[in-house]
């Protein structure tokens, strides 16, 4: 009988807390009222009745082994894959009724498949990514095209400034750049003052 | 009329818009990862506070003396690290080639790192972390198998981030998304460096205040942790007795060594850029004390957070135990606590032992986990992205962190960007005329084509590589000549009289003592046993493969040869540079000597040039 026994271990405290309920002959009703409502969805024939169900060796833990029996076939227990497969097609009503989880209602035997992690289209990285991206390439051309309009400005200020210099340079004594005449072979006249004199500082 | 004779002396050279800006930028500098990744793991296992007394004998002896000098250098000759080793003397143009090429080749791995940093930032905006839960295998019976046997952060480490191979010969693949996040970091960097100190400039207010906000902000979170205090108290109790081991004293003075990102020319390069009246003493010693204050404030949020992490390891453990023990006996819920765990497992040990024996419960001790000490990137995408997992609001604390990762990061990029970039300009490898803009362009690009092969399926054994040997051993020998070639070719008496004209003091006798005698003797004796160290046992390196028997423990693997002959390749190739050069300069003053006829045009221009 072994094979077709489950133990099932329940952890209330651990799953609700302050707000766990305690283990009594209720709630053994409600389980073996569920199992045989699974069992009836299973396979779809509707003789399973909560009597078919057995519970024994209840611990405090709280865990205990159930059997379904076959009241149409003289006293039998149902095969324990049919037992499995009935239990984890209605795992989740289940879970349900005893306000527990996979992890706090516990079938030992039975595995539960897990589901699978929810996956957005596009990995939200790959988004996060484009923002950064996007700021990176605007931050650059903003700095690069700002370099160039003030060197273009540079550019602009120092053709201007030769120019200025150009004309200052170029000043004329009677028609004649000052460049061309020779200082030292004329004949200084202290009178009209130093020679520097002659032009404004600027 | 203009202004002219002023002009050709300022030489338009690039200037810091004040002096809070060249303090933030030498500080973000020597600010980097290893203050909060290496100083807490140093400070764990040599002893916890004990260790702080080889490491403030190792900052007052060598750590000060060496960033004064080189802030000094770069402060009085006004040039990057190429063009002031060769004013000081054309035999000693070596030193600065060697710092250059340090530069480059720490710039090429450091930014992966940050490319990793970046990778984990961005994955810190879903819910729940994706290295807080195990993928599902194929057919969804349970998780995926390398993740079950190690845990979920190891695999997103090792299987998710880098895809890594199980030996360093087989490169596997480009892994696409940290081609993505290494092309992005790069960019980040070329959008700081784009015009050198001007922007770096600018930046570095963000970059180096931040991690410091973070830092405090981490710490208020992470004494308010459970089994913080207990942490903190177990880490930082000293233990004497460790002093007595010589492996500790040299772990002291390399950390503050690499710590203050010395002998690197970057902080050459910032000096340069200052006016020359400009207390460096003043500067050297706060910048110092500053890196060393900022790791020892950096530990106490990582031992907290380390101090939580142990604790619900050991409540994990407790727990685990008590589960199977109550499951085993039947025994009602929450009949055993942690706290008469101890008391239940001597009963039941008593009454029934072979029951207890066959359930192989596992010992939970304490200090067992806080034992465990890790450092480098484990402890920031293994330890510290577990820790945030279990604390509320992760996604958070996880994007606060990765930020604060990152700042510090770059502003240290920030200085070996500058290492590289500052001799370039002033050897005027483009033309005057053509944008700094373009410079650090080609300099960003090409260092980001260098370090895809870092993106490889064996990229992060190529890190731990140039890591090991690029940026460990010529720093020691680039610095040891440096003080040699100030304190003996350029000669102390000048260099005081340099520096007494730049702060206006006279230099106390400390510094003469240090430079001269203290410092160079240090450093060879750091040296020597660095590469003893080195050479006791074949470089090996752990592996992660998943079909070790011993997995998830990392296999120990050999180096093959031609990857050993990489290794000393990276650690001679700079310090070659140092005699190459000398015996290049000897040689071309022996043709020189023997054709007087031949007066090469470059003795005209040297007096010129600025």
């Not at chain 2, 945030?388 to 609001?393: A, E, T, Y």
Request: glycine residues 6%.
């Amino acid at each position: 009988d072994a094979q077709n026994a489950f133990k099932v271990r329940i952890s209330i405290k651990t799953a609700l807390g302050d707000n766990a309920y305690a283990w009594d002959a209720n709630e053994e009703y409600l389980f073996k009222a569920m199992v045989a409502f699974a069992m009836r969805r299973y396979s779809s024939k509707s003789t399973t009745q909560i009597s078919n169900v057995l519970l024994c060796n209840v611990t405090d833990r709280v865990s205990f082994w159930f059997v379904v029996t076959d009241s149409s076939k003289n006293v039998t227990t149902v095969p324990g894959s049919e037992v499995e497969a009935a239990i984890r097609m209605n795992r989740n009503r289940i879970n349900n009724a005893f306000l527990l989880s996979d992890k706090t209602l516990q079938f030992l035997k039975i595995t539960s498949t897990l589901s699978p992690p929810v996956e957005p289209s596009t990995p939200v990285w790959l988004i996060v990514f484009g923002v950064v991206l996007c700021l990176i390439v605007v931050g650059i051309l903003f700095l690069v095209v700002s370099g160039i309009q003030k060197h273009k400005k540079k550019n602009k200020e120092s053709t201007e400034r030769e120019n200025l210099e150009e004309k200052v340079e170029v000043t004329l004594e009677n028609g004649i750049p000052c460049e061309a005449l020779d200082l030292k072979a004329g004949h200084i006249n202290g009178v009209f003052g130093a020679d520097d004199e002659r032009f404004t500082s600027l | 009329l203009s202004a002219a004779p002023e002009v050709s002396k300022e030489d338009g050279r690039p200037k810091w818009d004040n002096k809070f800006q060249y303090i933030l930028s030498c500080i973000g500098f020597a600010v980097g990862l290893g203050n909060v990744w290496r100083f807490p793991y140093l400070c764990q296992i040599h002893g916890g506070g004990a260790f702080l007394i080889p490491y403030f004998i190792a900052l007052v002896f060598e750590g000060i003396p060496l960033l004064h000098l080189e802030l000094a250098l770069g402060q009085y000759l006004r040039k990057g690290s190429v063009g002031a080793w060769n004013t000081i003397s054309p035999y000693l143009g070596g030193i600065g080639v060697a710092m250059w090429m340090v530069s480059a080749l720490v710039s090429f791995y450091y930014n992966t790192v940050l490319t990793w940093v970046m990778w984990y930032f961005l994955n810190s905006f879903q819910e729940p972390l994706p290295w807080s839960v195990c993928p599902l295998n194929e057919n969804r019976t349970g998780f995926n198998e390398e993740c079950y046997e190690s845990t979920a952060v190891n695999y997103f480490w090792y299987r998710k981030t880098l895809n890594i191979t199980p030996d360093i010969a087989e490169t596997g693949t480009l892994q696409w998304w940290l081609v993505l996040c290494l092309a992005s970091c790069w960019a980040f960097v070329y959008l700081c460096t784009i015009r050198g100190i001007e922007t770096t400039g600018k930046a570095i207010y963000v970059t180096a205040i931040f991690p410091y906000l973070v830092l405090t902000i981490f710490l208020i979170q992470g004494l308010t942790l459970p089994g913080a205090t207990e942490g903190l108290i177990y880490l930082f109790t000293p233990n004497l007795n460790t002093l007595k081991n010589p492996r500790v004293w040299l772990d002291a003075a390399t950390q503050i060594f690499f710590s203050l990102s010395l002998a690197f020319g970057g902080l050459i390069a910032f000096a340069s850029y200052n006016p020359t009246k400009n207390d460096c003493e003043k500067d050297a010693v706060t910048v110092a004390i500053v890196n060393s204050m900022t790791s020892l404030y950096a530990s106490i949020p990582v031992f907290s957070v380390l101090g939580f992490k142990a604790t619900t390891a050991y409540w994990d453990c407790l727990d685990r135990n008590i589960i199977n023990i109550i499951n085993e006996f039947d025994l009602p819920e929450e009949s055993i606590m942690r706290q008469n765990y101890t008391s239940w497992i001597s009963v039941l040990n008593s009454s029934y032992p072979e029951k207890i024996a066959g359930l192989k419960l596992k010992s939970c001790d304490l200090h067992e986990f806080l034992d465990q000490s890790v450092s480098g990137t484990g402890l920031a995408f293994i330890v510290f992205t577990q820790a945030i997992i279990l604390m509320p609001g992760s996604q958070a604390w996880a994007i606060l962190f990765f930020i604060m990762l990152f700042s510090l990061g770059l502003s240290s990029m920030f200085g070996n960007i500058e290492g590289v970039f500052t001799p370039l300009l002033e050897l005027q490898i483009i033309r005057r005329s053509a944008p700094k803009e373009l410079l650090s362009g080609i300099i960003c690009l090409i260092s980001f084509l260098i370090a895809l092969c870092f993106t490889l399926g064996s990229g992060s054994y190529w890190i731990d590589v140039f890591d090991r040997y690029a940026g460990s051993v010529p720093l020691l020998v680039i610095a040891f000549f440096e003080v040699i070639g100030v304190a003996y070719v350029y000669k102390i008496k000048r260099f005081s009289k340099d520096v007494e004209w730049m702060t206006g003091r006279k230099l106390s006798l400390y510094w003469q003592v240090t430079w001269r005698f203290i410092s160079p003797l240090l450093l060879l004796i750091v040296f020597m046993a660095f590469v003893t160290l080195q050479m006791q046992k074949p470089p090996s390196y752990t592996a992660w493969n998943p079909k070790y028997e011993g997995f998830p423990m990392k296999e120990e693997k050999v180096y093959p040869p031609w990857v050993q002959a990489i290794c000393v390749l990276l650690a001679a190739f700079p310090c070659v540079c140092v005699p190459l050069v000398a015996l290049f300069h000897l040689v071309k003053q022996k043709c020189r000597s023997k054709g007087p006829s031949f007066v090469p045009p470059e003795v005209f221009c040297q007096g010129t040039n600025s």
